[in-house]
Every structure is written in structure tokens, then in C-alpha cells.
């Protein structure tokens, strides 16, 4: 029986109970402030115009919104290509 709340349960057996999801996303949060305290110290260097640069450091510069941009383009093309995909096999 997993134990519910917990990250691990999210990650390793795929719980998406609110207590799984909540400890997942407080996780998510505090590895990207722990990133983003290590870049203002200077031991961390962002890797500007990707899109983790944008998601996991917060950078919002002209590079990383271009790159988020483009990743969330190609995600999109990619659902709409195999919904299309999908309903023409059914």
C-alpha cells in the first residue's frame, strides 16, 4: 500500500491523489528555488535561450521565452498530429 502524500509515491508509482500531487509540485518548487539560489550565489550558470532555462530557472529573458515558445509549438503540433492520428484509426 503506498504511502500517499509523499513525491516518491508520485514518481515512483504514478499516484496522482491531491496529497501525491501537492508534495510533488511543493518538490518542483523547492528545487527550482534551490537553482535559483545557487545562480545568485554565482555557483550556477543559467543555460540561456533553452526552454529549461525558462521552466527551471525562471529566466525570462528574450532567448528563453523564444525557446519556451517554440517547445510549447512543437508539444502542441506533436497532440494535434496524433489526435488526428487517433481518430483516423478508430
Known amino acids: 500500500m503506498p504511502t500517499h502524500g509523499r513525491y516518491t509515491t508520485y514518481v515512483n508509482q504514478k499516484c496522482r491523489c491531491k496529497p501525491c500531487v501537492k ?3 511543493v518538490w518542483c518548487e523547492n528545487r527550482r528555488k534551490e537553482r535559483i539560489r545557487l545562480v545568485e550565489a554565482g555557483l550556477l550558470t543559467i543555460p540561456h535561450g533553452t ?16 525557446a519556451h515558445a517554440d517547445m510549447r509549438l ?3 503540433r506533436r497532440r494535434r498530429a496524433r489526435a488526428l492520428q487517433q481518430a483516423s484509426s478508430a
Do not use: F, W
Open 23 to 25: 508534495a510533488n509540485t
Open 51 to 66: 526552454d529549461g532555462g525558462y521552466r527551471n530557472y525562471a529566466c525570462r529573458c528574450a532567448d528563453c521565452k523564444r
Open 74 to 76: 512543437a508539444t502542441l
